[in-house]
Nanobody, 122 residues
Framework: QVQLVESGGGLVQAGGSLRLSCAAS????????MGWFRQAPGKEREFVAA????????VYTDSVKGRFTISRENAKNMVYLQMNSLQPEDTAAYYC???????????????WGQGTQVTVSS
């Protein structure tokens, strides 16, 4: 089992940047594929990005490609989401997820953090 704690959310103007961090504990971090999801008010939770155990492979939802970058540091049990060129439609609660068995192409989380709010003003 793994525990996840997100940080780094906040209020930013359109065009700005934020970096979300997710700290993992309780298990062997490098055995998990990691991902980020988001949920806007009144909408379902949606996949944003995922990264392989080694960090070599990444996948993104189309709406964030070229703007967001997922990365990880296995030595620090950390995963990050660098978000650039933020737009109001990126406003959502962002959740870190961990999965040992999900494929990157159809990633789903087994364990979840509590979420961190990102608000982008126009």
């Amino acid at each position: 089992q793994v525990q996840l704690v997100e940080s780094g959310g906040g209020l930013v103007q359109a065009g700005g940047s934020l970096r979300l961090s997710c700290a993992a504990s309780g298990s062997i971090f490098s055995s998990y594929k990691m991902g980020w999801f988001r949920q806007a008010p009144g909408k379902e939770r949606e996949f944003v990005a995922a990264i392989s155990r080694s960090g070599i492979s990444t996948v993104y939802t189309d709406s964030v490609k070229g703007r967001f970058t997922i990365s990880r540091e296995n030595a620090k049990n950390m995963v990050y989401l660098q978000m650039n060129s933020l737009q109001p439609e990126d406003t959502a609660a962002y959740y870190c997820a961990a999965s040992q068995f999900a494929s990157l192409g159809s990633y789903s989380g087994e364990y979840w953090g509590q979420g961190t709010q990102v608000t982008v003003s126009s």
